[in-house]
């Protein structure tokens, strides 16, 4: 984050972990287009910034596994800002393929424990925020109603580590909404969308299309949803 001017007072203040590309970086250009001051969080610098200067979002370098590149990330936007409105954790791994621990640890540590670590460094400032929201891109292929129904998609498809570590990241969402009372904080299943991660299945829509569900989520009011699993077409059973 260089060179950041000051926002302007009442502004929405975003961070999105993760952003520098598919569904987060369309959801960045999205709420920047609506007027937020959203940092675009990446581990990347060169790439980071890059996508940042392309949407006119403020990058901020942010490693969701790195207890100490999470707690500089929040430092810096507390001294700019002064506290977050909205946070949405984006950064996720699909971790498919043959299955061991050391997968299994990295794709935990990515997709479930880096929801805590930015969550935890991101409290304080959130609790500033006269309407704090908190959105958890996460899946139904974490959703034990889903991949046991032989009519949807998700009992289909082997990704044994994606769906157990969603399944994590959905359940540190509602716990969080019960343990947070005075942040909303929801998960949402964005849907089947072409990124990198998705490549090899060659299956999903446009990513702008699936960040406007994250968006949805991101600008509730201060009367909106908390503890919830969503998609476009309302909540999910979990």
């Known amino acids: 984050m260089r ?3 000051p926002s302007v007072p009442g502004m929405t203040i975003t961070l999105i972990t993760g952003a520098n590309k598919g569904i987060g970086f369309a959801t960045a250009k999205q709420l920047a287009e609506a007027g937020h001051v959203v940092y675009l969080g990446a581990r990347d610098p060169e ?9 006119g979002a403020r990058f901020v370098r942010l490693d969701v ?9 929040l430092s810096a936007i507390d001294a700019a800002e002064g506290r977050l409105d909205v ?17 299994a640890l990295q794709a935990f540590d990515i997709n479930a424990v880096g929801i805590v670590r930015v969550t935890e460094a991101a409290l304080p400032l959130l609790r500033k925020s006269a309407n704090p929201t908190v959105v958890t891109v996460s899946s139904s292929m974490g959703s034990f109603w889903a991949v046991t129904n032989p009519e949807r998609p998700e009992s289909g498809l ?10 994590a990241a959905t359940m540190l969402t509602v716990q969080y909404a019960k343990s947070q009372p005075g942040i909303k904080f929801n998960a949402v299943e964005p849907g089947p969308t072409a990124t990198d991660m998705t490549a090899a299945w060659g299956i999903g ?16 009011g201060p009367d909106g949803p908390t503890g919830t699993l969503q998609d476009e077409n309302g909540v999910l059973p979990f």
Not at 87 to 99: F, I, S
Not at 206 to 219: G, I, N
């Open 3 to 5: 060179g950041a001017v």
């Open 47 to 55: 790439r980071g910034e890059k996508a940042a200067a392309e949407i």
């Open 65 to 73: 596994t790195d207890d100490a590149s999470v707690r500089d990330a």
């Open 87 to 103: 946070l949405v954790h984006n950064a996720g791994v699909l971790a498919d393929g043959p299955v061991d621990g050391a997968k």
């Open 158 to 167: 082997p990704l044994a580590l994606y769906a157990a570590s969603k399944a």
């Open 205 to 220: 829509r446009a990513p702008e299309e699936s960040a406007a569900v994250v968006v949805r989520l991101a600008t509730l």
